[in-house]
T-cell receptor, first 116, second 114 residues
Framework: AQSVAQPEDQVNVAEGNPLTVKCTYSVSGNPYLFWYVQYPNRGLQFLLKYITGDNLVKGSYGFEAEFNKSQTSFHLKKPSALVSDSALYFCAVRVLMDTGRRALTFGSGTRLQVQP | ETGVTQTPRHLVMGMTNKKSLKCEQHLGHNAMYWYKQSAKKPLELMFVYSLEERVENNSVPSRFSPECPNSSHLFLHLHTLQPEDSALYLC?????????????FGSGTRLTVV
């Protein structure tokens, strides 16, 4: 089945330290991969995407993600975490539906908690 | 604001009530989506509309009924819901056909079924 997996329900990191939020995917063909962030009582906001090209993708708020085809991973990273980065993070991949249409399928989310 | 507006933000309804969720986008997108978000579960894709035509219905119970009268508006009509239907319902839109298109989400409607 085409899907993404986020193995960690929660990630805790101290402010100023680097952070990584993990995502692995399972799709046929070349994946289109996305990261979204959700703040309390808000919808999902786009952070970054990988379509093709450079394996290191830079996005909003200083986040970046590394596409690794051999490990089928697309981990989200930031060199120095801020308390304001505390939120729920979703990885997503574009999948081919039975109808031939494409849609995004999301992981279960990882809650990032950055301690001051 | 993201350009996708959902109303109401919060809704409490009894199991015998009928209510509707509304989504409106002003981005000129041609596809709209309903997702269900429950705690610690992946977002569940419920319905997809492309050019106002329903193109996906992911085995959603008939007590959920979508409507897309035009490319800017999407509704989710609710009737005889169950307590397990309590969740955050998210609407999203996108420009289908654009390479690597992402979605723009609304803030969601928090639904509680009592």
């Amino acid at each position: 089945a085409q899907s993404v997996a986020q193995p960690e329900d929660q990630v805790n990191v101290a402010e100023g330290n680097p952070l990584t939020v993990k995502c692995t995917y399972s799709v046929s063909g070349n994946p289109y991969l996305f990261w979204y962030v959700q703040y309390p009582n808000r919808g999902l906001q786009f952070l970054l995407k990988y379509i093709t090209g450079d394996n290191l993708v830079k996005g909003s708020y200083g986040f970046e993600a590394e596409f690794n085809k051999s490990q089928t991973s697309f981990h989200l990273k930031k060199p120095s975490a801020l308390v304001s980065d505390s939120a729920l993070y979703f990885c997503a991949v574009r999948v081919l539906m039975d109808t031939g249409r494409r849609a995004l399928t999301f992981g279960s989310g990882t809650r990032l908690q950055v301690q001051p | 604001e993201t350009g996708v507006t959902q109303t109401p933000r919060h809704l409490v309804m009894g199991m015998t009530n009928k209510k509707s969720l509304k989504c409106e986008q002003h981005l000129g997108h041609n596809a709209m989506y309903w997702y269900k978000q429950s705690a610690k579960k992946p977002l569940e894709l419920m319905f997809v509309y492309s050019l106002e035509e329903r193109v996906e219905n992911n085995s959603v119970p008939s007590r959920f009924s979508p409507e897309c009268p035009n490319s800017s508006h999407l509704f989710l009509h609710l009737h005889t819901l169950q307590p397990e239907d309590s969740a955050l319902y998210l609407c999203a839109s996108s420009q289908e056909g654009a390479t690597g298109h992402g979605y723009t989400f609304g803030s969601g409607t928090r639904l509680t079924v009592v």
